[in-house]
């Protein structure tokens, strides 16, 4: 389904946009950045919030992280200023990019299993595909960000995975 190089370019790609949209979200004052935007998390910082807490939810079960302290009920507010959810973003996406250099084509095999508090039940899910949403989920929520920043009239950088440098 997917292999480790595809895991690598992605967790990669991940951090350069998250540098990104870091850099446009500090252009933006806390007004701009907590005003709710009727995204599903609400504002920009909830937004953002969120992705950060989804990120390690999903290392909590691929490998072995810390879980964020609450649910998905209480992710929009992970960290109450920009600056510290920068700090965790940078260290997070540092961890991603080196658990990815250190993936072995067998660690997208078998199945995860993980109980669920959004869904109140066990799953059990292939590995790879564990793996892949959680780069999806990355990717989708980044967008809802990209569009709320650039609505808040913040300047946004390029997002094509094409256009990522060598060095991301």
């Known amino acids: 389904m997917i292999s480790v190089e ?8 991940n951090r350069w946009q998250n540098g990104a949209v870091a850099a446009a979200a500090e252009t933006l004052d806390d007004d701009a950045l907590f ?11 909830g937004t953002l919030n969120h992705l950060l807490w989804g990120d390690r939810v999903w290392m909590s079960r691929l490998a072995g992280w810390d879980r964020p302290g609450c649910g998905i009920a209480g992710s929009a507010e992970l960290y109450p200023t ?11 996406d540092g961890h991603l990019v ?41 990717t989708h929520h980044r967008g809802q960000i990209h569009a709320m920043l650039t609505a808040a009239g913040a300047g946004t950088a390029d997002t094509d995975l094409v256009f990522m440098p060598d060095e991301a």
């Open 98 to 138: 080196l658990w990815a250099g250190r993936m072995k084509p067998s660690a997208l095999r078998g199945d995860l299993s993980w109980f669920s508090g959004s869904t109140g039940r066990t799953i059990t899910r292939p590995v790879a595909t564990c793996v892949a949403h959680m780069f999806n989920h990355q």
């Open 35 to 45: 005003t709710d935007r009727g995204a599903f998390f609400g504002s920009i910082m």
């Open 82 to 92: 920009l600056a510290a959810w920068k700090a965790d973003r940078l260290r997070t």
């Open 6 to 13: 595809y895991v690598r370019l992605m967790a990669r790609y």
